[in-house]
Structure formats: C-alpha cells, structure tokens
C-alpha cells in the first residue's frame, strides 16, 4: 500500500496547487465539515487510484469515542461498508475496472476549525459532559482504493452509491488527476454521478 500512498501525496499535492484561493485558505484552515468529505482521483497507466476522507460523523452519526454496543459495534460495520470500494464508486462498465487493494482507517485528529453541515444541537453533537467543540476530536475515515481497468479510456463516468450506504453523507469534493490534467468537481446527494468524458 506504500505505492498508493505516494501516489495520493502526490496527487494531493497537484490538486492543490489547482484549487481556487478560497479553497485552499479552508484546506490549510482544516476545517472540518459534517455531511462533506473529499475524493481523489489519480489515473496512472491501468492503475485507478481512489482515497477518501471523510468525517466520522458522515459515516456512523458520531465522532467521539464510541460509548454503546451499538456504537462500537458502528465501527467495523462501517469499515466493512468502506472496503467494498465498487460498492460505493461505480466506475463506467465498459472501463473494465477491479479492485485489487484497499485499505481502511479511522483516525484521529485535533482541528482549530470545525464547521457542520447542519446546525445541531449542541446535545446532539457530543455526549453530555464532553462536547466535540470543547474537546476538539474530530475523528476522519480514510479509504484508499486501488483498482485495475483494463480499458482506461472508457472511464466515462462514476456513479456514486456511496451516498446510499453511508445516510450522513451530503457531498464529496472530487479531485481527478489524469494524463491530460487536473480537474475538480463536486457531487452531492441529489446528483451521485461524476462525468469524466473527455478527462482520461
């Protein structure tokens, strides 16, 4: 998984340097929002490499330390769900596409900026004696696909059932690197579908 790591650092990297001012002030900021999350894309050769980031409130309903059976058991549910990337990100059919590893974790992390989608209740962001704000743990699933296609240029599209599975899931900002450039888009629940004519 070494070479998709790499591979999605240097991704990162180029989809940076093509996001528009604003965009990259929030990425530095790290603002983190419920309901949205990021997918890269890398096309290299036959090699389709995928990597989301999402907030843990997106994909199990909470991000504190999990406290009930039932959250705890939310967890590996969850990453159950993740690792069935073709499940979740369709490519177009006629691209051939099979995935061949995969990696899904839960990590971590303390924000200076947090936003939320929807305003909540602040009893309904955290558990009582330990908000999210106060406490500043934002926990982020990461998934990284890697998938073969044997027909790469056929790549037309992306159907989205992600938004399906996961209910607290709104959008997704979409980087795509390709041979012929970079590009970025967004896809929202009420469009789960990426057109990618003319990109691979």
Known sequence: MRMIRTAFML???LACATL???AEEHRQLG???HGHGRLNIAVDGKKVLIGLEVP???IVGFEHEPAT?????????AKAKLANGLALFQPEAKAHCELEQV????????????EHGTPAPAAAQAPAGKPEEESGHHAEFHAEYELSCSAPSRLTSMTFEYFNVFAGAQEL??????PKGQSSFEVKRDKPSLDLTGIM
Do not use: F, M, R, Y
């Open 20 to 22: 528009p001012a604003s």
């Open 31 to 33: 603002a983190h929002v």
């Open 103 to 114: 990696k899904v974790s839960l990590e971590a992390g303390h924000e200076e900026e947090h």
């Open 173 to 178: 900002d979409v980087s795509v690197i390709s």
């Open 69 to 77: 059976p039932e959250q705890k058991a939310a967890i590996p549910n």
């Open 56 to 58: 843990g409130a997106d």
């Open 11 to 13: 991704a990162a990297g």
